[in-house]
C-alpha cells in the first residue's frame, strides 16, 4: 500500500521534485511564507482566519511579511500561488476559502517537519493557540466541537502535550 504518491518509488522522486522546484521558486518571498501557513493546515482555511494568525505573532519565514499585508498584498500573493497551481480559491459570502491539494499540503509538512523543523513546530503552536481561542466554550455539536479537536492534533505536533490535553479532557 502507498500512503502517499510522494513516498511512492517511482513517481514520487518526481513529485517530491517538482514541489522542490516550486519551494525554490518562491524561496524569501511572502509567498512562501503563506504556501508553508497554508500546507500545515490540515484542511482548507479562509483569508480571515490567515489574516489573523498573522496578527497575532510574527514568525520569519511564515508570518513575517504577511503581518503588515494590505488586502490588495494579501490577494496578489494568493493570486501568484493559484496561478502557480499550488492553492485552490474559493470566494464564500465575504470570505476566501483557500485550499492545496493534499499532495501539496503533505509536501509542505513533511519538508518543514524534516528541514524546518522549529518553523513546524512554532507554526503549529500558533494554529493551535488560535483555534482554542475561536472555539465555543460549551460545544452542542460537532461543528462547535471541530476546533477542538483540531486544535488538540496542533497543539501535540508543537510539543504542548500538557495544554492540549487540557483542552481535550
Not at 514520487?12 to 524569501?28: E, I, Q, S
Not at 518543514?112 to 513546524?120: P, T
Amino acid at each position: 500500500e502507498i500512503k502517499s504518491l510522494l513516498d511512492e518509488q517511482n513517481l514520487g522522486t518526481h513529485a517530491k521534485n517538482l514541489m522542490r522546484v516550486y519551494l525554490d521558486w518562491f524561496k524569501h518571498t511572502p509567498e512562501c511564507g503563506l504556501l508553508y501557513l497554508i500546507g500545515l493546515f490540515d484542511r482548507a482555511v479562509t483569508l480571515g482566519h490567515l489574516q489573523t494568525l498573522c496578527s497575532k505573532e510574527r514568525i520569519d519565514s511564515l508570518t513575517g511579511e504577511l503581518a503588515s499585508f494590505s488586502s490588495a498584498e494579501w490577494h496578489y500573493a494568493i493570486a501568484k500561488l493559484e496561478d502557480a497551481n499550488l492553492v485552490a480559491v474559493d470566494k464564500r459570502d465575504t470570505d476566501y476559502i483557500i485550499d492545496c491539494h493534499p499532495l501539496v499540503r503533505h509536501y509542505i509538512d513533511d519538508f518543514l517537519f524534516s528541514e524546518h523543523k522549529d518553523l513546524w513546530v512554532k507554526g503549529h503552536g500558533l494554529i493551535f493557540h488560535h483555534l482554542q481561542q475561536i472555539a465555543v466554550s460549551s460545544p452542542s455539536n460537532m461543528k462547535e466541537l471541530e476546533p477542538l479537536f483540531r486544535a488538540v492534533i496542533h497543539g501535540t505536533q508543537a510539543g504542548l502535550y500538557i495544554e492540549a490535553f487540557q483542552l481535550y479532557f
